[in-house]
């Protein structure tokens, strides 16, 4: 039996041989001069040649939270999807049903980009064991308990419900120029922008049936989520943020086409099988400007 | 662009997440704030400060940060886009029977 200098020699080595990580990418993913790092291979109890620092750089190479390498909870299923097929491999736990657009998520990273910098956005990416570069690609498709792990991240994170509001009303962020947003754009009225939605919304989620209404006078939306087809969380403040967020969100459809914010009466009903949603706006009260609002954008 | 578009809405809030690009961008160029400090002519007291939204920029380091720190006009207008959303959304709370309680 191996006796180690200290635990991250001891973590390192038994890492490398659990998963299997090649030695030919082990110095770079360790940050380590392949001389150094062969020296240690060889003899991995004669030296201290890993440090925390180590450990973060095998982290982000493998794109999983370095957490999990230290105390041993790693996917290893996932690592070996990551070193031998993609880097883009999702977790098991984000794959089945995978519904949802990351494009419906990337106005939220764009948004921690933004306020908090690349690395932070990539570390939090990271701590769901998710690749950054996941979001290079719009049309890459993930599951609904991604999104709802995504919220519970922020507030972990110390994001407060405020900030969850701000970021249900940036879906631009993740879409601006892309043929959905330019689709929007040519939406001159809220019932063209609605149409638009009802068209689309699939290029954004599908997790959640969808029966959408549209009159001159009003835009009706009934969303089914059941529960035998999707995963569901237990957490019942999980789900309640989820539901909030989708509100707002769609409140804030109209923006996409240089209109104001139009909020919903929504009515939510909970049974055995489904969660049901239902949403109106009137769209002629929307038609009249009270507000008299001069937005910039 | 200038700084008042940024401040017509919500002075403490917009000062917050300019403060929050700089120092994102500033970090991505890896310029420290002693740099950048000087190049403002100001202390890194002062930068931590501007960085995290407490001391509010004046016009002209506005003006400097963004050609020093090679702020685009998407990266403005995005910051612009998430100062007027929160605008909206504290008059729809406050106004709109609507809001999410």
């Known amino acids: ?297 | 662009m200038e700084l008042s578009n940024f401040c017509q809405y919500d002075k403490k809030f917009a000062f917050k997440i300019i403060g929050n690009l700089i120092k994102s961008k500033r970090e991505s160029l890896h310029i420290s704030e002693e740099s950048y400090a000087q190049h403002l002519n100001v202390t890194p007291q002062e930068i931590s400060k501007i960085e995290s939204g407490i001391r509010y920029l004046k016009d002209f380091e506005f003006s400097k940060t963004v050609i020093f720190l090679e702020l685009t006009q998407p990266e403005l207008l995005e910051i612009l886009y998430i100062i007027e959303s929160k605008y909206l959304l504290n008059m729809y709370r406050a106004l709109d029977a609507n809001f999410p309680k």
């Open chain 1, 1 to 297: 039996m191996q006796t180690f200098q200290s635990k991250f020699d001891k973590i390192a080595f038994s890492f490398i041989n659990d998963v299997g990580l090649p030695l030919n990418q082990a110095p770079t993913a360790l940050s380590m001069k392949s001389g150094d790092f062969l020296n240690w291979w060889s003899q991995p109890n004669s030296s201290k040649a890993i440090t925390t620092k180590n450990i973060k750089s095998l982290a982000q190479y493998l794109h999983i939270n370095e957490d999990s390498i230290i105390s041993g909870s790693y996917d290893k299923s996932l690592i070996r999807r990551r070193l031998f097929e993609s880097p883009l491999s999702l977790p098991d736990t984000y794959s089945n049903n995978s519904l949802s657009y990351i494009r419906s998520s990337s106005h939220i990273i764009r948004y921690i980009t933004i306020t908090k910098g690349q690395l932070f956005a990539d570390k939090f990416l990271r701590d769901l064991n998710i690749s950054p570069l996941l979001y290079e690609n719009l049309d890459n498709k993930i599951n609904i308990k991604y999104f709802i792990d995504l919220l519970d991240q922020l507030i972990r994170y110390r994001f407060n419900q405020e900030d969850l509001d701000i970021i249900a009303s940036l879906l631009l962020l993740g879409i601006k120029g892309t043929p959905l947003h330019l689709e929007y754009l040519k939406a001159k009225s809220y019932y063209d922008c609605y149409c638009t939605f009802a068209n689309t919304i699939n290029q954004l989620e599908s997790n959640f049936e969808y029966h959408a209404d549209i009159s001159k006078t009003q835009f009706h939306l009934v969303t089914y989520f059941h529960f035998d087809k999707h995963f569901f969380t237990n957490e019942v403040k999980s789900f309640e943020r989820l539901l909030r967020y989708r509100t707002l969100f769609l409140g804030w459809i109209p923006r996409l086409s240089n209109l104001e914010p139009a909020l919903p009466k929504t009515k939510i009903i909970k049974t055995q099988n489904y969660i049901q949603e239902i949403h109106t706006v009137d769209l002629l009260d929307q038609d009249i400007n009270l507000r008299g609002l001069k937005l910039v954008l």
